[in-house]
């Protein structure tokens, strides 16, 4: 639909600075994290923790649109206020200002969705139709901020393109595959919270497999089982999920349960079933030092696909705070995952991870903890502490992460 000019003074929203939010507002859009992945869905109620979180992400200044209400947010739809100019000129700046904070050029997001289902719709003709899909997961993903400029994060030209490839071949598989759209569909169902994780857990995976040099159809089933990894907890009562959410401390139990509905549904879904995908779910929760669950396995007798998604999936635990608690800055979880202190991960890989990516690269912007940004200058030992960047921020001040 087209923008219309509004005939109502009442918009059924205000613009807020992210200082003046409150418990029960309720977010008209999406808002990503400082590490380009999501925070917070659309239409999603606001409580304490979840403004504590996205005053990690972006300054208080900044602006975000907002309804009071379940009631106000139904007017707003009924509406069709999202479609009107106003709406649209707002969104459009609340937006840019968000995505200058977190060095994504705002023009990335005006042409990738077309691109995206122009390069999907190659050699099937004009009338190319998804067969299952309603396109949400391609709409939802063009405006990731991490998907969106993944190729940037990649060194070498070689990986950009294949990373260009895989992201394509996804898209289609699930506009098409009648599998993986209705697991999908009941993952987005259930919970809004498992369906960040489940998108958020992919994208870090897909970086991690590029720079592993997985092979196009590994990267393929890498993703499949990164985007599935937690499927099982659709079958679990949602007020058991919750409890888990709320817990402090990880329920073996009720992980050991997700993985055992897991199982069950490969009987019914075969696309599930590759031997490299069912492992990967089976072990991401071993540790490589041993003392994980639900089998103990140490060192390389986790499959790879597990030691890949235990790192994305923990990564994205330490910051989304899911958990109910209030969450990391990236850097920060950056760096209790690569320090691995307690041996939890595979080293060799996040070694690889940090060097043949642009994470940590001369020249490179980056975001920190108190709301600055920055550009990387040096290193004191990039071999020991690649996480570990010389900093000049925007105010021309140098910081040396090694030493503070």
């Not at 993944?150 to 009648?178: F, G, I």
């Not at 800055?329 to 950056?334: F, G, R, T």
Request: aromatic share 10%; with cysteine.
């Amino acid at each position: 639909m087209s923008n219309k000019k509004s005939n109502s003074n009442n918009l059924y929203y205000t613009k807020k600075l992210i200082s003046e939010l409150v418990s029960g507002d309720i977010i008209l859009h999406p808002v990503f994290r400082s590490d380009g992945l999501m925070l917070i869905n659309k239409n999603k109620a606001l409580s304490t923790s979840l403004i504590s979180m996205m005053k990690k992400h972006a300054p208080t200044t900044a602006l975000v649109l907002v309804t009071s209400s379940k009631e106000t947010l139904q007017s707003f739809e009924e509406n069709h206020i999202s479609n009107t100019d106003e709406f649209t000129q707002d969104y459009k700046l609340i937006t840019t200002n968000l995505d200058n904070y977190n060095n994504t050029p705002a023009e990335l997001f005006q042409s990738v969705q077309q691109e995206i289902k122009n390069d999907i719709s190659i050699d099937r003709g004009q009338n190319y139709q998804a067969s299952y899909g309603n396109n949400f997961f391609t709409d939802l993903l063009s405006n990731y901020p991490l998907w969106v400029k993944l190729d940037s994060k990649l060194e070498s030209e070689q990986l950009k393109e294949r990373a260009r490839l895989v992201k394509l071949e996804l898209l289609e598989a699930m506009n098409t595959n009648k599998t993986f759209v209705q697991l999908f569909n009941r993952i987005k169902e259930y919970d809004d919270v498992l369906l960040i994780h489940s998108i958020n857990t992919m994208c870090l995976s897909l970086m991690i497999g590029l720079a592993l040099e997985l092979s196009n159809s590994e990267l393929f089933d890498l993703t499949i089982a990164a985007l599935f990894s937690n499927v099982g907890f659709i079958e679990t009562e949602k007020a058991d999920f919750l409890s888990f959410l709320k817990s402090h401390e990880h329920i073996h139990t009720e992980l050991k349960k997700h993985l055992e509905s897991f199982s069950e549904m490969t009987v019914n879904f075969p696309e599930l079933r590759k031997k490299s995908i069912v492992y990967g779910i089976l072990d991401h929760h071993e540790y490589f030092n041993g003392k994980g669950y639900p089998n103990g396995k140490k060192g390389n007798e986790i499959s790879l696909f597990g030691r890949i998604l235990f790192i994305a999936h923990n990564y994205d635990e330490l910051v989304g705070g899911y958990n109910y608690t209030i969450g990391l800055h990236p850097l920060d979880a950056l760096r209790v995952i690569y320090e691995n202190v307690d041996n939890r991960y595979d080293q060799n890989i996040l070694n690889i991870f940090m060097y043949r990516t642009t994470y940590f690269k001369l020249g490179e912007p980056i975001s920190l903890p108190n709301i600055q940004n920055g550009v990387i200058i040096g290193f004191d030992d990039f071999v020991h502490s690649p996480h570990l960047p010389k900093i000049k921020l925007e105010s021309g001040k140098v910081i040396n992460l090694a030493s503070n």
